[in-house]
């Protein structure tokens, strides 16, 4: 029976991870599961899967768990350092899907018990991407792309030599406001962002696929971990979702992934590698998808593009800056306090303040100063918010 974790088991992610596991109980020893405030949902995958312990990172969620799994095998935990010791269990494979800067820590102790860590949570590679790497290296665990496009781009460079590779293509759906014109974003709301065209994903990954914070992201997590140089990505927008990404090589030839745009395969993928196993997704009928449609981003609408290349550019914490700066936008959007074109200007401008300090971006890179440097990026974004919203 192969051993495996699911960290954020009860979000989007973790939720088709949970059906693919529920597919093959007898093949799967669970050994945690970890949510945030659904209980309901954590004790009762918990109990389903057998799990040994579930875990809410919230620790005033633990009398709650407690009840929901009175009367289980299942132990219940809370707080972060319990989500850290679920992590740190030994498995065969853990899938990381907690949303945000978050999953780092978690994930960390996963590679570090030398699991193999099926990686959703982009956030810990942009982040942390030399450290997530080199922990997977030293401890013998392997990190396997859960993201669409990173796993398009693993499949595609299956068997290939990554020296002959000219450029990675990824691909953007343009989100929720791709055809809406660029004067109606001010006002845009939540709610209008969080309505994807094409996937059926977490709220804070559906409103950062509005801004192409989301594709931003995914940038530097190509960079990362494909160790390509940042002018060889490339992002195009493509309407229909099904080309995730390409891989266009030396000789000319561009490797396409086509698929329908359903989180399962990437998943699944993870979970049989390095075997192709049957899995539950839609084949695509071809005829009748007729056309698939490719058109450049466009710089204005989309900012956050710009700011990912100056951040893969720039190195060393940049990236751990960026993405604590846009969580924190992100909170405020939701919030109702900034507008939606507000995220941009204010990671734009804790990213300035950022560099103005001589050396805050160049400390080695450790969990403890990604960390630190996450605090500090998310306290600047509040200070950069305050002074916007007195001006
Ligand atoms: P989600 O919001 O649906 O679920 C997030 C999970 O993390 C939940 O289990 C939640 O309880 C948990 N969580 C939230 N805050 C936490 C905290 N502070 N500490 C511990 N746990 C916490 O998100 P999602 O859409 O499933 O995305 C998860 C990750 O996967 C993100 O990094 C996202 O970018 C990435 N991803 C998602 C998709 C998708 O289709 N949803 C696709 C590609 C990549
Ligand atoms: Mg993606």
Redesign the pocket.
Known sequence: MRRISI??????????TVDLIARDLDEFDVVAL?????IAQ?AHDARHLRAHVAV???PECLDDLRDALAGSDVAAAAG?EA?VEAAARPVDWVM?????A??LA?GIAALKQGATLAL?????LVCAGTLVLDTARASGGRLLP???EHSAVFQALIGEDIDAVERVIITASGGAFRDWPLEALKSATPAEASNHPN????????I?SASMF?KA?ELIETKEYFDVHPDQIEVIVHPESLIHAMVGFRDGALMAHVGPPD?RH?IGFALNWPQRRDLPVARLDLAQVGQLNFRAPDAARYPALRLARAVMHRGGLAGAVFNGAKERALDAFIAGTIGFLDMAAVVEEVLTRFEAEPGLMDAEMTLETVTKTDHLARTWADTVMAQQAGQ
């Open positions: 960290l954020g088991s009860t979000g989007s992610i973790g939720q088709n970890t949510g945030g405030r659904n954590l809410t990172a919230y972060p989500l990381s899907a907690i949303v945000g978050a999953g978690p959703a949570n982009k956030e810990s859960v993201d669409s996937w059926d994903m977490g709220q804070r990954i559906t950062d989301n992201l989180m990437a």
